[in-house]
Structures are given as C-alpha cells and as structure tokens.
C-alpha cells in the first residue's frame, strides 16, 4: 500500500488570494527560534478600540490565580448601555497563540461584536505562556479565572446559569479543555463551548496535519513547535493529559453542547472533525463546521471573504440558539 501523502485540499479563492499577500510576512512555518519575534507581532487590539468608542465599558481586574501561583488578569467588557443590576450571558473568551503567544486582547474584534449584538457580558482571561510556563499553567489559569468568574457573577452581572466559554485555535483547545475540567471537578455549569479552529492533539499525525506541511497558517512544524512548547518531550507520547491535549479524553460525555468549525484546509481539520464525531458518539450534543477552502483563522485575515462571512453568521445563529436571544 502506498505511503505517499494525498494532495491537499485547493483554498478557497478569495481566501487564496489573500494568503498570497499574508505569506510575505505570515510564514505556514513557525520554529521554537521565532517565539520571541512572534510575540512581538502586532496580534491585540488596542485598549480604546475594545471600547468601540464608549459603546462597551472595558475594565482590567486582578483575581487569584491557581493555588500557590500568581494572581492572573481578566479583562471584563460590558455594553455600556447595560448595568450590573442586569444579569446578562456570558462569554468566558480564552485567546489564541499556539500556547506560545497571545494576550487577553488577542481575537476579542468579533467577541465584542456578539457582545453587542446579542447583550453579553465578555470576560477575556490572560494566561501564562509555554515554554516558560508548560502545562498545566496555562489550563489551570483560564479554569481559576472561570471559577472566579462564576463565583463573582453577581457583582459583574452575570448570569451564572448563561456562561459559555469560547476562544480560536489555542484558544479554542483551552476551552474545550476547561470543559472537561469543570464537569470533572463539579466546577461551574457551562451552557456551551465555541471551539474555533481548536488545537486539541498534540500527536500531530492526522491526514491534515500531513496534507498542509508547509502550506497555508500554522502547519505541523508550527503545531510540533507549539505542542513542544506546552509538552516537552512527553508530546506525542502516552502519558499526555486531557486537559492539556482535550484529544486525548477518553470519555466526551456529559459535556455542554459544543459549536466547533474548522477550514477544510488546515492542519486541525481531521482532530476537529473527530472531535465533534466523538461527542455525538458519547450521546452529546456538537454542531460542526467545516469551511470549504479554509486555511487557519482564515475568517480573522480575511474578514470580507464570503466563506468569511458565513462562518461569522454561523457563530451568531449558534449564540442565539443557545442564549434564546
């Protein structure tokens, strides 16, 4: 039988043309050397944008961390035509990065679009980053800061029976792994997970992983650069956790329905669509998606695309099922 890896899927091609234009500063290819430089890329927004001119009251508080480890920052976005007497949903938002990279202002342009669109509260958590911070820091961040959320529901305004958590790529991973966490734990009750693009398997071998080497955003030697970081030298062995690698779960039941997508052309599409398979298969509830002709983040980088677009409207009509709004 032979071993040859089939040609990859074709990009769709607004979004190839795009890419054209991001490669000549956006490699698909990141290595460990390039952690530093990465960091320093222009990934957040800036504070007063998050604002959107005084239409959302933005504050920065300081909460405990997990026990024994530094306090961590939440960033909580309210519309401003709300108040806390008001109990509104909420998206607990963990940002992407690889596990390498990122801040609490990473990917939030279109969280706070849902915020007003729909009155949500967002409560953006910022975590410690491998390889100077390995697993479990930054998983048991995000989790110290949901249960603070929860547990503060009342003085933010909060509906602690409507928090869903969400976030893209490393993000999207981080989520899907608090959901595990806080059904193991008896933590707070979640209504929902918002898994974009997510990195759950560190194992890095699925047909896509070996379809995209080199090709499009964060191929495999980005992702065996990212899960190294988070991993060391167990990555791809056999004693690695779900709760760093949610793939890696035995049991996905009992979870709170999940909206997962992912581009038909990037290096998570086989762990995303098995993912979602896996819910159904333990009697959970997941909607999937699966973008024709997407590369990684494609909807972020090329936001007027029309597969863009319908990726964005796919996510709002999922909030509003879910949030009755």
């Not at 000549?24 to 430089?37: G, H, K, Q, R, Y």
């Not at 801040?103 to 958590?125: I, T």
Request: aromatic share 6%; charged share 20%.
């Amino acid at each position: 039988m032979s071993t040859t890896t089939p040609p990859p899927p074709p990009f769709d091609p607004e979004l190839a043309a795009a890419l054209a234009v991001l490669g000549e500063w956006l490699p698909p290819s990141f290595t460990p050397d390039v952690i530093p430089a990465l960091r320093q890329a222009p990934l957040a927004d800036l504070e007063e944008d998050l604002s959107r001119g005084g239409a959302i009251e933005v504050a920065e508080v300081a909460v405990s961390g997990p026990v024994g480890e530094p306090d961590i920052s939440l960033l909580v976005c309210r519309p401003s035509n709300t108040t806390p007497a008001t109990p509104l949903p909420a998206i607990y938002h963990i940002h992407g990065g690889g596990m390498i990279a990122g801040n609490n202002r990473v990917g939030l342009a279109d969280v706070l679009d849902w915020a007003m669109e729909l009155q949500l509260v967002v409560v953006s958590v910022e975590y410690r980053l491998a390889p100077e911070h390995p697993h479990p820091a930054p998983v048991e961040d995000c989790y110290a800061g949901l249960v603070w959320t929860a547990e503060h529901a009342d003085e933010l305004g909060i509906d602690p029976g409507r928090i869903l958590v969400a976030g893209a790529s490393a993000g999207g991973g981080l989520s899907a792994a608090v959901a595990l966490a806080a059904r193991d734990r008896g933590g707070p009750g979640l209504i929902g997970q918002m898994l974009l693009c997510p990195m759950l398997d560190d194992r890095n071998d699925t047909p896509s992983a070996e379809q995209m080497a080199g090709l499009g955003v964060w191929d495999r030697t980005s992702n065996e650069t990212g899960w190294t970081a988070l991993l060391g030298e167990k990555r791809g062995g056999p004693d690695v956790s779900p709760y760093a690698a949610p793939a890696r779960a035995t049991d996905l039941s009992g979870l709170p329905p999940a909206f997962i997508d992912v581009g038909s052309a990037e290096t998570f599409r086989d762990e995303d669509v098995t993912y979602a398979s896996r819910i159904w298969q333990a009697g959970g509830q997941a909607e999937l998606h699966v973008w024709p002709g997407g590369f990684h983040g494609f909807d972020m980088m090329a936001p007027q695309a029309a597969v863009s677009q319908d990726a964005k409207a796919a996510r709002v009509r999922w909030l509003r099922r879910l949030l009755g709004a």
